[in-house]
């Protein structure tokens, strides 16, 4: 069981990234898959979850119609699409699955893959 997160970079505030999450070993479909990031001196947050058993989402209040999580088809990997970029949310972004129950908490999630950078310039 692998994950694998990419798709980070380095952005004008303003700007859209897209990251990608892909399962090495198995799919998805049982899973809730978060989107967690860590910037410097700050502790771990969850930026938002996708249930594929029923579809359901969940963002943090500070993306909140920035950020757009999905799906593909194949089941095997979610992608998190974040438009108007702002330097807060500058930061390391993890994608890791777990039980599919509503919570953004670390600790909930089994598998991890490593991280992303992101970077949005003022």
């Known amino acids: 069981v692998q994950l694998q997160a990419s798709g980070g970079g380095l952005v004008q505030a303003g700007g859209s990234l897209r990251l990608s999450c892909a399962a090495f070993?198995?799919?998805?479909?049982?899973?809730?898959i978060g989107w967690f990031r860590q910037a410097p001196g700050k502790e771990r947050e969850g930026v938002s979850q996708?249930?594929?058993?029923?579809?359901?989402?969940y963002y943090a209040d500070s993306v909140k119609g920035r950020f757009t999580i999905s799906s593909g088809a194949a089941k095997n990997t979610v992608y998190l699409q974040m438009n108007n970029l702002k330097p807060e949310d500058t930061a390391v972004y993890y994608c890791?699955?777990?039980?599919?129950?509503?919570?953004?908490?670390?600790?909930?999630?089994?598998?991890w893959g490593q991280g992303t950078q992101v970077t949005v310039s003022s």
């Open positions: 996708l249930r594929n058993s029923d579809g359901r989402t």
């Open positions: 890791a699955a777990g039980i599919p129950i509503a919570t953004m908490m670390p600790g909930l999630y089994a598998y």
């Open positions: 070993g198995f799919t998805f479909a049982n899973y809730g």
